[in-house]
Each structure stands twice: as structure tokens, then as C-alpha cells.
């Protein structure tokens, strides 16, 4: 993921505007989007299962990266998910990424059939499991007897190719010694975090990096933003991004010249998806060369 900067955009996961999804694929890719991606979050009653909607999204697109945005381990054992994601990279011709994390918000999880009762033993499990994950790619039958998984003589089929880029969704210091331990890229939401806290976050990725005998700038740094392209007065540039297009680009420069992230996802919140991503790759986009 490393390289250069890419663009993406997060579509609409709700039953009742899978048709918006779909059409809004199909405009980034023509747009320029080098990435689309639906959240996951199957606990709640209006969003769709995230993989049969990147099987579609995939088909519906001959270029663009696809992900989920992020899938939570806890409904989702390493055996399965490492087939899934095996199975959607070979489908997609080598254009599936796995975006991971332990879900939230977290306490629907559990009543929804969840593996761990609480988040710490879920970051725990995901420690474990991404190494798993990567192993179940291989060629070799993987036993393993871990904390939380035990496999025997599981495979998840032939080895992806190119193998599957993972990208874990972190905010606290665990998680983020996690993605510098494991991951390819680093896949945040503005949502979720102070932007004064982003520099301290980066930090403790590439010291977990290192410690682990990685290079830190292996890792992607991908920032989900969430907001709306609007005529509207210039407000908030921290967990929801609100006004024009000049606004859009100067708080996007800042994120990747002063916070350090070398993509950003497009996570509109208002309106339709499929005229605030034109407006995103026509107005905000090329402003950021």
C-alpha cells in the first residue's frame, strides 16, 4: 500500500440503498477511485453482510481495490475469513484487501453470537489471528493451538495471488501495536479519534513496527474521512469534515503533510453518495497533486 497516494471512497451498506451502492461503485471507479469499500457491521438490521456486497461490488468493477471497511474477527473466525478473503482475491483478479478490526460499537457484538464477551480479549484473539491468517494463505496445511483458535490440518485453498493486503481499523495503544506489528496498512476513521491525538497514534505503530523487525514505512497509512462536500460555511475539520471543495482539499493536505497519511477514503454522510463522490474526485481530488 505503500508508494503512492491513493483514493477511495466508502459506499452506502443499507438494504435500502443497495442500487445507490452498486451505480456509486461503478461512478468512482470511472472517476478515478483506486479503492471502494463497505462497512461491516452485521449486527445491525438495515446493513447488508459485507461479503456478498463486495462480491457484487467486484463484479460491478474491473479496477478499483475492494474492502470491508472494517470486518470484526469476533463474528468471523480466522478459518472462514481466511477463505472468504482467499476466494474474493482470486474472483477479483488480485483486488481484494481485508480490512480488519475487533468491530464496534463493541457491545452489540457479544449479543449478536460474538466469540469474546469483552473487547480486550477480542484485541487479544486479533493478535493472534492476523499470523494465522497469512499462514491459512500458504501452501501447507497450518495446525495450530493457540489461545483462542485451534486448527488442524485447515487450509483456506490455493494461496492468493498476489496474497491479501490486511489493514486493520485501531485507536487505542493495543490495537495500534497490533497494526505495527502485523498489518500492511493502518485504516482509521476521523470519526473516532482526536486529530491531536494522530501524531502520538503514528508513534506507537512504527515502535511497534520496529520492535517486531519491520521497516514502519511499510505501512500504509489510510484515513477514512467522514463528511459532507457542501456550500455550506467551513466547519469542523476534526471527526466530521463539513463544506467546499477548497475546504475538503486544505484539511486533506494537513492530514498528509502534518499527520502523515498517505491515502484517505471518502466517507460522505449527507446526501447521495453517487453526487458527493463526482464531486469528490471532480472538485476535491485533483487539488491534491
Do not use: C
Not at 242 to 267: C, I, M, N, Q, T
Amino acid at each position: 500500500m505503500t508508494g503512492r497516494a491513493r483514493f477511495g471512497v466508502a459506499l452506502p451498506a443499507s438494504q435500502r440503498r443497495l442500487s445507490e451502492a452498486l451505480e456509486a461503485a461503478t461512478i468512482a471507479e470511472e472517476a478515478g477511485a483506486d479503492l471502494v469499500t463497505v462497512s461491516d457491521h452485521p449486527y445491525l438490521p438495515g446493513e447488508l453482510d459485507a461479503f456478498p456486497l463486495l462480491s457484487l461490488l467486484l463484479a460491478r468493477t474491473e479496477r478499483v481495490l475492494v474492502a470491508p471497511n472494517v470486518t470484526p474477527l469476533a463474528l468471523r473466525p480466522p478459518a472462514m475469513l481466511a477463505k472468504s478473503a482467499s476466494t474474493l482475491q482470486q474472483a477479483g483478479a488480485g483486488r481484494f484487501v481485508l480490512g480488519i478490526g475487533v468491530g464496534g460499537p463493541y457491545e452489540r457484538i457479544p449479543a449478536f453470537g460474538g466469540a469474546w464477551p469483552t473487547v480486550g480479549e477480542a484485541i487479544s484473539a486479533l493478535d493472534e489471528a492476523i499470523p494465522l491468517i497469512r499462514r491459512l494463505w500458504g501452501p501447507a496445511p497450518v495446525d495450530h493451538d493457540g489461545r483462542y483458535f485451534r486448527l488442524k490440518q485447515a487450509s483456506a485453498g490455493p494461496p492468493p495471488e498476489p496474497p491479501v493486503p490486511v489493514w486493520v481499523g485501531s485507536f487505542k495503544p493495543r490495537m495500534l501495536a497490533i497494526t505495527g506489528r502485523h498489518a500492511d496498512g493502518w485504516l482509521p476513521t476521523n470519526a473516532y479519534l482526536d486529530l491531536a491525538d494522530v501524531p502520538d497514534m503514528q508513534r506507537r505503530i512504527d515502535d511497534a513496527a520496529g520492535a517486531a523487525g519491520r521497516e514502519p514505512d511499510e505501512i500504509g497509512r489510510v484515513f477514512n474521512v467522514m463528511g459532507t462536500i457542501s456550500d455550506s460555511a467551513p466547519r469542523r475539520n476534526d471527526q466530521l469534515l463539513v463544506g467546499p471543495a477548497e475546504h475538503w482539499a486544505h484539511a486533506l493536505r494537513d492530514y498528509r503533510d502534518r499527520l502523515g497519511f498517505d491515502s484517505f477514503v471518502f466517507w460522505p454522510v449527507q446526501g447521495d453518495s453517487r453526487e458527493q463522490i463526482r464531486l469528490f474526485f471532480e472538485q476535491v481530488r485533483p487539488q491534491l497533486d
